[in-house]
């Protein structure tokens, strides 16, 4: 009887043995293919985006024709070659606003991803708010003074406070 009650505990262990090594693999596919699929995420934004510029019909101000992009189209329009935040999309335009409103501490992604009504506990859409947030960054409407931390531009902030202040008079 003592030989069956070894066998089988030797088995179990093997058995246990094999189950671990696979929960490692299992586990490293996991990691792969959750990072594919952040990847695919924000490719899929972009090019949503790039498509919705696209759809979005020309708005003549003033009567003149409108401007011609030079050079390639921008979902994200470079400050410089914006007249405001109007020029963003209504995302873009509700991260700058969630920026200004988070003040000198910053906004950070997983914050970013609750103001675009998007799961902040999923890894991938908080990886897409933090690309939407590097996007603004590189096109010069944010700054990231600390790591993770996003704020408005000198320029930004000055306009909120003239528009607060004016407003009370």
Known sequence: MRAVLEARRKAAAVRVEELE????????????AEEVLRHRVIGLEQYLEALAEEEAPAVVAGGSSPRKPVGPRRAVPHRENAAGVEDLSMDYQALMAAALDAGADGLGARRAAVVLDWDSASVSRVEGARARLKRLVERGWLVEEKPGRFTPCALDRDAADVGQSGGGS
């Open 21 to 32: 090594a696979e929960l490692v693999r299992v586990r490293a596919d996991l990691v792969s």
